[in-house]
């Protein structure tokens, strides 16, 4: 995410280092789960169990700290789902290695250390609202692991590393300075899904307006309530209040719809030819459950879609598709309470079933501006594929998944899947800011930041996947 080194450059979303590990030998005393922060509101609707991470002993069990690795010894935990570590500064690269271990809920059975990727690329734009706030966290990717309730940490500085502080542009020699500051083990619990709005309610709510932001006018309503009904608002036409889908069409009804929603701002020819894929199936917040009293009311608007940039989330793929809901939630949570953004950062989501999951809201027909390729966020929409596809195959329902919302998402805005564009760089770590960059409308993550992000599987697809985005709009 935060401006890699050249040396740095193509490091995998999600590579193993070759260093290996010390075992902290130090037995650390299992502590109670009421010990740990207490999770906010009510336990049925989740929480995040944010715990200090500290320099560990040797292991030859002496009381001498390792340099440059810190970690949490094995310990007793409330339940969790999803697990990431975050650090202070969100300019600050983690060069090093980042593993966990977990131990599935009421058992004595332990994990293998699993790998959590350090390069966590995704980002709102530099200078925004978002990226500015003064909350947002350095962060590696969330790792899904299922009901747990132990975990053990640790993480380890590349060793004999000379390098620039690459946000303030200091030098440093050891290992142990290349840690962040403030590492935490940010251990995330999706809860259960939020309930649902009154229909009733939620119909005399109404669409909200078109542009750069909505805030939804005042009511008597409570603040939750509030916030569902403008989720679900603001797909009005397009599924009823309160849904939890928005249903498929065929390629009429989809063009009936596009002259519905775009009647004034079509082309002469997208009048006489309107080139748009049929509108696949989208799972709406409401149907993965969203807290919608966790992200920021606001909505905001770029434009209109030029690109799409295709990513995996590096969350693992030992899932299974009837828990994506909760996966759903626990990155939700994860990029708003953890890493401090304003919502979930992409645009949509796909599971390796196929299904198609709104992601950050403010209405999936709208040109909503999201927080998944940095420098690039403006005029485009970010697809994350859950998974790491770095040495797995991405499941071709995934695939034909992807293709299917690109058609129709672009078809809205008049533009050809196999075609490019120009974008403008907002600045990282291939473009300076101001930079006009010709990309694929289709790209992966890595052609506007420097990262492996979609994974080189997945990348792969992405050929093919312009191909049938662009026969499924009939051209």
């Not at 980042?98 to 994990?111: M, P």
């Not at 949570?333 to 709104?358: A, P, T």
Request: charged content about 20%; aromatic content about 6%; proline content about 7%.
């Amino acid at each position: 995410m935060r401006g890699l080194l050249a040396s740095s450059i193509g490091v995998t979303c999600a590579a193993a280092l070759a260093l290996p590990l010390a075992s902290p030998a130090v037995a650390a005393r299992p502590v109670s789960p009421a010990t740990v922060r207490p999770a906010s509101g009510a336990e049925a609707l989740g929480g995040i169990q944010s715990l200090p991470l500290a320099p560990l002993a040797s292991r030859e069990r002496t009381l001498a700290p390792v340099a440059g690795e810190q970690g949490l010894p094995r310990r007793d935990v409330r339940h969790f789902s999803l697990v990431g570590v975050i650090w202070d500064d969100p300019d600050t690269v983690l060069h090093g290695r980042v593993q966990v271990r977990t131990r599935a809920a009421g058992t004595d059975t332990w994990s293998s250390w699993q790998e959590l990727e350090a390069h966590n690329d995704d980002a709102a734009d530099p200078g925004t609202a978002e990226r500015t706030s003064g909350r947002v966290h350095g962060a590696t990717a969330p790792l899904w692991v299922g009901d747990s309730d132990g975990v053990e940490a640790r993480v380890r500085a590349e060793t004999g590393r000379r390098t620039e502080d690459t946000a303030r542009g200091s030098r440093t020699a050891t290992a142990s300075a290349l840690l962040p500051a403030g590492l935490r083990l940010e251990l995330v619990d999706p809860g259960e899904s939020a309930p649902a709005p009154d229909e009733r309610q939620a119909a005399a709510a109404g669409a909200p307006h078109r542009g750069t932001a909505h805030r939804s006018a005042p009511t008597d309503e409570p603040p939750a309530v509030r916030a569902a009904l403008d989720a679900s608002a603001a797909n009005a036409g397009l599924t009823a209040p309160g849904a939890a889908e928005i249903p498929e069409l065929d390629r009429k009804q989809t063009e009936q719809e596009l002259f519905a929603l775009s009647a004034g701002e079509l082309t002469q020819a997208q009048r006489v030819k309107p080139y748009i894929g049929p509108r696949p199936r989208i799972v709406t917040r409401r149907g993965w459950g969203a807290d919608e009293t966790l992200r920021e009311r606001q909505f905001v608007y770029t434009k209109k879609v030029k690109a799409v940039f295709v990513h995996h989330t590096a969350s693992g793929n030992g899932y299974r598709c009837s828990q994506v809901p909760s996966l759903i939630r626990g990155i939700y949570r994860y990029h708003v309470e953890s890493m401090g953004w304003r919502d979930i950062g992409y645009n949509f989501l796909v599971d390796k079933c196929g299904n198609i999951y709104e992601g950050r809201a403010g209405g999936v027909a709208k040109p909503v501006l999201g927080a998944h390729t940095l420098g690039f966020n403006t005029n485009s929409m970010g697809i994350a594929v859950l998974g790491s596809f770095g040495s797995a195959k991405p499941p071709a329902a995934a695939v034909k998944a992807i293709a299917r919302l690109a058609a129709w998402k672009l078809g809205l805005h008049g533009v050809n899947p196999k075609g490019r564009t120009y974008l403008k760089s907002g600045g990282g770590n291939l473009y300076r800011k101001g930079t006009k960059v010709r990309l694929n409308v289709i790209s992966g993550h890595r052609d506007g930041f420097a990262t492996e992000c979609p994974g080189r599987l997945l990348y792969r697809k992405l050929g093919s996947t312009r191909s049938t985005a662009a026969r499924l709009q009939g051209r």
